[in-house]
């Protein structure tokens, strides 16, 4: 739980190579329903789709202000909703230039690795908060807070495989109203009280009294109870329906232009140097990687469709040409990519894949 209290949100360091990029094309999908719909007056005040991690992910919570709009810059962001607080905020998406003012109590979905832009419409800065879900190891981690406060943490969970559909429900209920919350069973909803108070009573019967600014995680179904005086308006996150995604349809290149790569995964005790044993594809995250030339189209693995036992991945039919892994500021210690170089200028491990032949790599790290 916390009280709200803001800073100023500075730009966001790079994430290391490990953290995986979450980019897609839609073409088509199809729903499979695992959610409940808002119950009473709640409503869905923002949602949107994208392919869950494979490793252990956590909810925060951070407060942050927009500078006007002159002063204020675009930065990647991590996966989850905007919310404004007192005074409008505008987002402004870097690809498509699309503009959202959210007014109190409005809010915005952006995926993971989204460019945005958060600015005031005056020429004073202008709070407002941020629901994320990011990979556990990072949830507090000074890269990825940046100068925004962190007011809350929860516990690591394994998230639902694939594609899913993320839902922010706001309610405001009248004094010593009663309402409820069906919660998902796949994964813990983070419950937030911005104004007013609010008793939950959860399926073992156990009571938590929250006021505003607290924030807490739920599972399952859970009964609301209002404050007498003030009311409680309330906000709640949750992973909901598996959304089935069709691949983007690609244009397949002469086999005489394109490659395979072979990515091993080891984790080693003693050091990298030492010998490492074969780790699976569900003990750490996969790097992403694009042709140094072409930065707009990342190789990612399928992770919905891996199986856990995958030691080695194997990327077929990749144009041939030099790669590079996702920036980051510097080399991270613990890992390492034999067969890649690391390179300063281009802040990645960079490797060739050459037309016909299949490139070998080894993944290492520190377990």
């Keep these: 739980m916390s009280s709200m ?17 979450l980019t897609a094309a839609l073409p088509s999908i199809s729903l499979a329903q695992t959610s409940t719909a808002p119950t009473g007056h709640a409503q869905v005040i923002a949602q949107g789709v994208d ?33 404004g607080v007192d005074d409008p905020i505008l987002v402004t998406d870097d690809d498509s230039d699309a503009l959202t003012l959210l007014h109190e109590g409005e809010a915005s979905f952006h995926p993971e690795g989204a460019s945005e832009r958060r600015s005031s419409t005056t020429n004073a800065t202008v709070e407002y908060v941020n629901i994320e879900l990011i990979v556990a190891d990072a949830v507090d981690s000074p890269e990825s807070v940046g100068s925004s406060r962190l007011t809350f943490t929860g516990e690591d969970f394994r998230v639902p ?18 309402g409820a919350i069906s919660g998902s ?75 395979s790569l072979e990515l091993r995964l080891e984790g080693c005790v003693d050091g990298l140097d030492a010998d490492c044993s074969p780790i699976t594809n569900r003990d750490l995250t996969v790097p992403a990687f694009h042709l140094v030339e072409d930065d707009d189209n990342w190789v990612i693995p399928d992770r919905a469709r891996l199986s856990d036992g995958d030691t080695i991945l194997t990327y077929d039919d990749l144009p041939a040409g030099e790669y590079v892994t996702m920036p980051d500021d510097e080399a991270v210690a613990g890992v390492t990519i034999d067969g890649a170089t690391w390179d300063d200028d281009l802040e990645g491990w960079v490797f060739e894949i050459e037309a016909g032949e299949t490139t070998e790599l080894t993944l290492k790290v520190i377990v």
Excluded: C, H, K
């Design 185 to 259: 069973g796949d994964a813990p909803s983070l419950l937030y009280v911005s104004g007013g108070a609010l008793q939950v009573t959860d399926a073992d019967g156990e009571i938590s009294e929250l006021t505003a600014g607290d924030t807490m995680e739920i599972t399952g179904d859970a009964d609301l109870l209002a404050g007498a005086n003030d009311g409680a308006t309330w906000l709640m996150a949750s992973i909901g329906d598996a959304v089935e995604v069709s691949p983007a349809p690609t244009t397949a290149l002469p086999d005489d232009e394109t490659g």
């Design 5 to 21: 209290r803001f800073r100023w949100r500075a730009p966001i360091a790079p994430l290391a190579i490990f953290l995986l990029v």
């Design 51 to 83: 392919l869950m991690p494979r490793v252990p992910v956590a909810w925060r919570m951070t407060e942050s202000q927009a500078a006007p709009t002159d002063e204020a810059e675009f930065f990647p962001r991590t996966l989850g909703f905007t919310i």
């Design 161 to 178: 495989r694939g594609y899913r559909d993320l839902q922010l429900m706001r309610d405001v209920l009248a004094p010593a109203e009663e």
